[in-house]
């Protein structure tokens, strides 16, 4: 059964909120994976408000060491079936959330994508989705992160970004 996550709280009176990306490395989003169950990647994505004043990164990775953030609540990790299970992912502030407060100390990561955000406007587009074929879908490995981390060096943007996945294992 697929998931889906977002980085915020799950819309209710008000649209999809956006999340500034500051002018250093910052987790967008992260999913703590419990000590049960792996993770494979279905989807991801992101779209941006406005280019940044310089080139950024945008980038999906494993890592063994969890940011700070504003923790999910079961709600903010919906099955995309309705009458499917609640995701296992274990939430809290060093687990599944969004807008990293720290970054922690990562000392070992798998990068599953990276790509550019253009601060040339229309250039390279300001949003970017990937899908995986059923044989080349990364799996995150029990009781890791996987982070969507944006660089965006010397002016802020406003970035949406979500995970589609499923729990395997």
């Not at 004043?53 to 079936?81: K, R, S």
Request: hydrophobic share 40%; aromatic share 6%.
């Amino acid at each position: 059964m697929p998931y889906i996550v977002w980085n915020g709280p799950a819309p209710t009176t008000a649209a999809q909120q956006s999340v500034t990306t500051g002018t250093a490395i910052k987790t967008m989003l992260q999913l703590a994976t419990p000590s049960t169950r792996q993770i494979q990647l279905l989807e991801w994505g992101w779209s941006s408000d406005d280019p940044p004043g310089a080139d950024g990164v945008i980038e999906l990775l494993q890592t063994d060491v969890a940011a700070t953030v504003t923790a999910h609540v079961a709600a903010g990790v919906p099955n995309l079936d309705p009458n499917g299970a609640a995701s296992l992912l274990t939430l809290g502030t060093s687990a599944t959330g969004y807008t990293a407060s720290a970054e922690g100390s990562t000392t070992a990561s798998r990068v599953f994508d990276t790509v550019s955000l253009s601060s040339v406007s229309g250039e390279s587009g300001l949003s970017y989705v990937r899908q995986w074929m059923p044989d080349a879908r990364p799996i995150v490995a029990v009781s890791r992160f996987l982070r969507v981390r944006a660089t965006t060096p010397t002016t802020a943007v406003d970035l949406r970004c979500y995970v589609v996945f499923q729990e395997v294992g």
